[in-house]
């Protein structure tokens, strides 16, 4: 078991919410102790402790909210769980109902058609939960149920003695209702064992700390959330909390959805544990009692809790919104792989064929839908298409299944799809590169699905004969086309051809100015390494391209690193020549920094439009 683990209270605007609601009930001093368990009697009545914590273990506290107090009825929740657990849930449906009984706590019945205690939050259901516990011997069964409570509190809790032999002195009322459940078969062990462990589990001393870390083990879906061990699977949790919004507030259940909404259990000891599923547990201390049995403050601060922080489960609070972030054709925003001129023209006619569909969010079944109409509504006109998941958060099971079965659909009508899935929330294996995999092909960023989706358009569209500047000669290179015959061969010479393996670095970042570089042959890659491990693109240059043009001209080191993503083969002019042109021959250092300067600004222009939107 966890050490107990000190969780400190965070000042600041969530803690001074949390004292608002507490001062406000503190003016509330209505109600009576319990006092049919003598020692119940026996507390501060006034004592009044308020705690919220997250589901991500934040806990915000407030009053005597280190005070002990004995559990009592909120224990039938967790020993539930456990019997659940232990027995399956089957086994347990055999033994209660989950249905309102409308009655008190403590009422000696039976539904009158099924034999059975009504549900496993009035004392007849919760003294069968105690009986279906494991165990060698009782003090074995009881252990159990004492070390399944710690860990929803993430601590070693304890039984308070006094207030057991108490009860146990004077609890007739809970021993009529466990013979009476022996008589009607539903307890087949000795009745006053289960009474005795049920006294027991009362028993147990919590702080409005402990219960407020219990509640939010069971809004993170059974894991406690500081000490991170699992307490409950998350389909028992689902049960747990559906029997509780239910069944919970005894027959003061349906005021208590209605007007707070959120999953509870009070008990006599004066505490009251709300859960808002996937978000906070909250706790309350006040020991005074309405005529149900729950604390006055206890409810009344929920109540205000709820109000102030929107935390009703049945609150609407917008409508389900569509995940998709942004959309977008491949014309305005491309890849980051620096075009010809003839693929630019092809991809600038043709490119609203291939679109981006950025999501965002979780993808729950609503927002999906929505997702999933918008795209199969355009998906008729496009030859590619991109889903990028890179921003979603949880991908619901329905969710997955969804986008699979798009993949599916579209890949039969001939469009293909690129998945961006960085994190395989969707379970593909990134970068399947059979591109006849039905379920479309996965990157791991936007901009490598882009490029793909350009290639499939460029594929369709380009004319077959279509030139390719694949090799050139320094010649030919865009950046001293523009010069005649004479000054294109003398300008020519100051190069020097180099060729350079793939993969390998053609500069360092930070390296200095060590010349200016033009693309004959093959890609280069300029990228960074990101903080995900990741090498990123910043831009693919090709044959017909240059580099090194800022470190040459204004002297600053490489900012990025420059890698050849091919073979490459490059004309390098040196520095020292570069700069001698500037005394030997003017104009020729003049007519190419023209086409530097042009090519520069359209450089910009691509980077401008494949910014992040
Ligand atoms: N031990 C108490 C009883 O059975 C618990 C009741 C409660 O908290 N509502 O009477």
Redesign the pocket.
């Known amino acids: 078991m966890a050490q107990a683990l000190a969780a400190i209270s965070r000042p600041g605007v969530v803690a001074g919410i949390v004292d608002d609601v507490y001062r406000l009930c503190l003016a509330e001093r209505s109600g009576e102790l ?1 006092d ?2 003598p020692e119940l009697a026996a507390v501060q009545p006034d004592s009044f402790a308020l705690c919220l914590a997250t589901a991500d273990g934040q806990i915000y506290g407030t009053g005597d909210d280190t005070t002990s107090f ?7 929740p967790f020993t539930y769980a456990l019997a659940l657990a232990d027995r399956g849930p089957a086994a347990v449906a055999d033994r209660m109902d989950v249905e309102p009984s409308g009655e008190p ?2 009422e000696i019945s039976l539904d009158p058609v099924t034999e059975r205690p009504r549900n496993p939050m009035i ?1 007849a259901g ?1 003294i069968t939960a105690a009986s279906l516990i494991d165990g060698r011997d009782p003090a074995e069964r009881f252990d159990r149920i004492v070390r399944c409570y710690s860990r929803f509190a993430g601590r070693e809790l304890t039984m308070n003695e006094a207030v057991y032999a108490s ?1 146990a002195r004077t ?1 007739y ?2 021993r009529a209702i466990g013979y009476m459940l022996r008589s009607f078969g539903i307890i087949d062990s000795d009745p006053d064992e289960a009474v005795d462990r ?2 027991r589990q ?2 147990v001393d919590v702080t409005c700390r402990d219960l407020a870390v219990m509640a939010a083990t069971l809004a993170n879906n059974g894991v406690n959330p500081l000490s991170r061990e699992r307490a409950l699977s998350a389909a028992l949790t689902e049960q747990v909390l559906s029997v509780m919004t239910t069944c919970g507030m ?1 027959n003061a259940a349906g005021d208590w959805v209605t007007t707070v909404g959120l999953p509870a259990k ?4 004066g505490g009251i544990l709300a859960v808002l599923p996937g978000q906070i547990g909250i706790a309350v201390y006040s020991p005074r009692l309405d005529a149900h ?1 729950n604390s006055v403050r206890g409810v009344a601060a929920c109540r205000e809790l709820s109000r102030r922080l929107e935390l009703h489960f049945l609150h609407v609070t917008r409508a389900a919104r569509t995940a998709i972030r942004s959309e977008y054709t491949v014309t305005q925003v491309p890849s980051r792989l620096r075009r010809s001129t003839d693929e630019m023209a092809v991809l600038a006619e043709h490119g609203h064929r291939a679109r981006v569909y950025e999501l965002h969010g979780d993808l729950l079944f609503a927002g999906a839908e929505r997702a999933v109409r918008i795209i199969e509504e355009q998906a008729g006109e496009l030859a590619a298409l991109v889903v990028d998941l890179h921003r979603v958060g949880e991908v619901s099971a329905i969710a997955v299944r969804m986008l699979n079965g798009l993949e599916a659909e579209l890949a039969a009508t001939g469009c293909q799809v690129a998945i961006v899935d960085p994190d395989g929330k969707l379970g593909h294996t990134v970068s399947s590169l059979d591109p006849t995999d039905p379920r479309g092909r996965v990157f791991v960023d936007r901009d490598t699905a882009t490029e793909w989706c350009e290639n499939i358009v460029l594929a369709e569209y380009r004319p077959a004969d279509a030139p390719t500047c694949t090799s050139l000669s320094v010649e030919d290179h865009p950046a001293l086309a523009a010069l005649g015959p004479v000054e294109c061969s003398r300008l020519a010479t100051e190069f020097e051809i180099r060729t350079i393996a793939r993969g390998e670095i053609v500069a360092e970042r930070g390296s200095t100015r060590s010349g200016l570089y033009l693309i004959l042959e093959g890609r280069v890659r300029i990228g960074f390494d990101g903080a995900d491990g990741r090498n990123h693109r910043l831009v693919t240059l090709s044959a017909g391209m240059s580099f090194g043009e800022i470190p040459m001209l204004v002297g600053t080191p490489f900012v990025n690193e420059v890698r050849a993503e091919t073979a490459l083969r490059l004309a390098v002019l040196p520095p020292a020549r570069f700069d001698r042109l500037t005394d030997q021959a003017p104009h020729l250092k003049l007519a190419l920094l023209e086409r530097l300067a042009a090519n520069a600004y359209a450089q910009m222009d691509a980077a401008v439009r494949g910014g992040d939107y």
Do not use: L, M, W
Not at 266 to 269: L, N, P, R, T, Y
């Open positions: 319990a049919y368990i004995t559990i009592q009825s909120i224990s039938k706590f403590n004392n919760a009860e609890g009322r809970n049920y006294f009362c028993s005894y009070s008990g006599v000891g049995g």
